[in-house]
């Protein structure tokens, strides 16, 4: 199946159980964070986001939370299922002279065990 | 269907010869991105368009250029092929810097 990176670090949950993804993130100056999902042979499909000025957001079964001190954001997912198993990006977005920019994080692989 | 179109979906061709993909954003998105997936770089951010201008570039080769047409299409022409450009390459288009959308990418090797 199509991989997005031969050496991504690996969660392996049960299915039920509750996922947690970090992400450290790299500029202090980030206004706007993703998360997005990618799925073999898909393209990133967005899960939820949050600006920085808010620390948690919640969406269906999802939750965002972000640490601005530590430059730390990580997605939460209740009741993991077999059909989360997929590849997690963070994104940060900010802007520089030359525009605004969305730089992604390296991935975790996600695997929902039945 | 996440609304951005990206044609074709696979694309295979040989060393040293040149290609475009094409991007159509979202309805009302005026912001386009180019970004490229290889296997052991994750999502790499290319360049960015926006309203028919560049606005952003990234780590994009002198061999690779793209434009943004009044329609707000984008092209990415990739030249002078490597074995090493065989990757997915994915558009995204957004609404300033907001609400970020792909498509489902291209995947081109290169033989």
């Known amino acids: 199946g199509e991989s997005v990176g031969l050496h991504l670090p690996t969660l392996s949950v049960q299915e039920g159980d509750n996922s947690i993804i970090n992400c450290a993130y790299s500029?202090?100056?980030?206004?706007?964070f993703i998360w997005y999902k990618q799925e073999s042979g898909k393209g990133p499909q967005f899960i939820i986001d949050?600006?920085?000025?808010?620390d948690k957001r919640q969406g269906q079964r999802v939750t965002v939370l972000l640490n601005k001190t530590v430059k730390h954001l990580s997605l939460q997912i209740a009741a993991t299922q077999p059909g989360d198993s997929a590849v997690y990006f963070c994104?940060?977005?900010?802007?520089?002279?030359?525009?605004?920019?969305?730089?992604f994080g390296g991935g975790t692989r996600l695997m929902v065990k039945p | 269907d996440s609304g951005v179109t990206q044609t074709p979906k696979h694309l295979i061709t040989a060393t040293g010869q040149r290609v475009t993909l094409r991007c159509s954003p979202r309805?009302?998105?005026?912001?386009v991105y180019w970004y490229q997936q290889s296997l052991d770089q994750g999502l790499q951010f290319l360049i960015q368009?926006?309203?028919?201008?560049?606005?952003a570039k990234g780590n994009i080769l002198e061999r690779f250029s793209a434009q943004q047409f009044p329609d707000l299409h984008s092209e990415l022409n990739l030249s002078s092929l490597e074995l090493g450009d065989s990757a997915l390459y994915f558009c995204?288009?957004?609404?300033?810097?907001?609400?970020?959308?792909f498509g489902s990418g291209t995947r081109l090797t290169v033989v």
């Open positions: 995204a288009s957004s609404v300033v810097g907001y609400g970020y959308t």
């Open positions: 500029n202090s100056a980030s206004d706007y």
């Open positions: 949050i600006r920085s000025n808010m």
């Open positions: 994104a940060e977005n900010f802007y520089d002279n030359a525009g605004n920019m969305l730089t």
């Open positions: 309805s009302g998105d005026l912001s």
């Open positions: 368009y926006y309203n028919g201008e560049e606005r």
